[in-house]
């Protein structure tokens, strides 16, 4: 969970820990799932969603 760290910090420890648990291969749609799920309150509201 991100808690009060900053966004960009956060990230890269997420990218590291999926590096590290060999994520890169999960679809799009699960590693997209886990970050959204991970990142604060504060940045889901502010968070707009975008069809493709």
């Known amino acids: 969970k991100q ?3 900053p ?3 956060f990230l890269r420890e997420f990218e590291q820990k999926l590096l590290e648990a060999e994520g890169w291969d999960f679809s ?3 590693r997209k799932g886990s970050l ?5 309150r504060k940045i889901k509201e502010k968070m707009v969603a975008v069809e493709k």
């Open 36 to 40: 959204r799920s991970a990142v604060s």
């Open 28 to 30: 799009d749609a699960v």
């Open 7 to 9: 966004f960009q910090e």
């Open 3 to 5: 808690g009060n760290q």
